[in-house]
């Protein structure tokens, strides 16, 4: 089952981490694309997917899992797309579980095509994808029939990162509900048999810079893994996240993207897979010192 | 401005409607498909550009728009994504403005590249993108200003036509609006400048088998064209949808994608094109004449 999978690979590098790689001409060395000409997508496209190979293999053994934001490749049009595609592959050859944040959603026979497409196993053939709610059941029940049949999982989106997410998500409903929390029970509702760890393979997107909504969303969602974006870049840090997981120290794994793999402009180098190295290497401590404390 | 370019194109076409180009093998007659292997992406996508240019050729001088929903090329990988660029450019060059059915919504930043890639002029330049509005004003504020900056249009989702839209959208907040009613206010206040017939470039996507809905949310938002999907195959006619339109019989276009492009299924034909045109000069009368009975 994936997600016991993903997590037995979190227990084994002790790193509740995905490396997000938003890769884009914008946040690589100078060094690496002086030879190129920015209004070539094809050139373009090259650079990110030689960027990201570079990077898997510096990360492959530190993280057990990269996440794609599909954004960034559809920038590119299909040369980008074509990066988009060979990085999967290439993350699967070296042994990394590939959630690809694709935030997808529409009516039924629409997202048919759309969970063939991601999670099925004959195109882009991700692991985990992140989709959008807000059609309710029967635009997900696609994605839910194809779990199964490919043994691939999803993150429904519940509470994002970002500051505006209040604006619809924090809405108070007449029961006392926010909707958010309403998501959270249509995400339960949407869930499989839980596999040996207690999680099924349908999860949620909690964002880190949200503190007490994810304490509480834990608390809610027994059975659901949780996808956390928002830790480095936009402003969280692992105390914020620690009571996300569980007792046990699992239930989640955290994404950071700017921070890994534009870490080299912190450290002023051109070395990116390094500092990206170094960088993950850091999260992955501060992440685990925070669940430590939090095991007591 | 891009929502008075395609209100002129309706008016003189006398049919606010666009043609759902949800091209996938499936559709197609029999006949058109025998020559290809359907494990072929390369061949499968060659067949649905061909069937796509066959429908614009047919429909070009009696619609003013297309509608392209991404999904079913998605499907198709890179060749089927190739086949939605190429689609979108044989439109234009065909004098259609374009609605690309993408559905995309995720972080600000994250946003800035969908908008981009969508809308912008470089890659798939669309005139039109349909948005998810649950990351709420952050998440939306690239694709109002890619808007600006290329006098491009959005719909976004408010009240979407599948049975489930109920689950989130209809739920009752402590003000007394319904979830939908609040994402309505949201886009009203996203609203640009109005063009000449009083609708700005920032629509909403109204499902044509809500009609209660439609009704009160065309008093609601004064200057919001409306994107109305859900006619024919869904379940909608064409008196289901009238009262989504203003006083002067302006205001939305209506979607049809099965009822058009498959057609050719309830005529008994392979002349597919041949149906696709009468089922639209049909929903054309349908349409009329439920708007001429609103206007007395």
Not at 39 to 64: F, R, T, W
Request: with cysteine.
């Amino acid at each position: 089952m994936i997600t016991d999978k993903l997590i037995d690979k979190i227990l084994k590098t002790e790193a509740p981490i995905c490396a997000g790689l938003d890769t884009h001409i914008g946040i690589m060395p100078p060094s690496f694309i002086k030879d190129i000409d920015e209004n070539n997508l094809q050139q373009c496209a090259d650079k990110i997917y030689e960027y990201n190979k570079i990077l898997i293999d510096a990360l492959c053994d530190l993280v057990p899992s990269v996440k794609l934001q599909i954004a960034y490749y559809e920038k590119y049009g299909i040369p980008g797309i074509e990066a988009y595609a060979k990085t999967i592959e290439y993350a699967h050859k070296a042994g990394l579980i590939v959630i690809a944040d694709v935030k997808r959603g529409d009516i039924g026979s629409t997202c048919t095509a759309y969970a063939s497409a991601h999670i099925g196993s004959n195109i882009f053939n991700a692991d985990f994808m992140t989709v959008n709610p807000y059609f309710g059941t029967d635009g997900m029940q696609p994605f839910l029939d194809e779990c199964i049949k490919s043994d691939k999982g999803l993150f429904v989106l519940v509470k994002t990162s970002n500051p505006s997410s209040s604006e619809l998500q924090d809405l108070v409903t007449e029961s006392g509900d926010k909707i958010y929390e309403k998501c959270a029970d249509l995400v339960i509702n949407w869930g499989n048999k839980p596999g040996k760890y207690g999680y099924n393979s349908i999860g949620a997107v909690v964002g880190a810079t949200h503190k007490e909504e994810g304490v509480s969303l834990r608390k809610r969602m027994k059975n659901t893994f949780f996808l956390i974006p928002g830790y480095g870049a936009q402003g969280a840090g692992a105390e914020d996240i620690a009571g996300m997981f569980d007792d046990n120290g699992i239930g989640g794994i955290i994404n950071s993207s700017r921070g890994i793999i534009g870490a080299w402009q912190k450290e002023k180098t051109d070395d990116f897979a390094k500092a990206a190295y170094d960088a993950t290497a850091s999260m992955k401590m501060d992440i685990k010192a925070a669940l430590d404390k939090l095991k007591g």
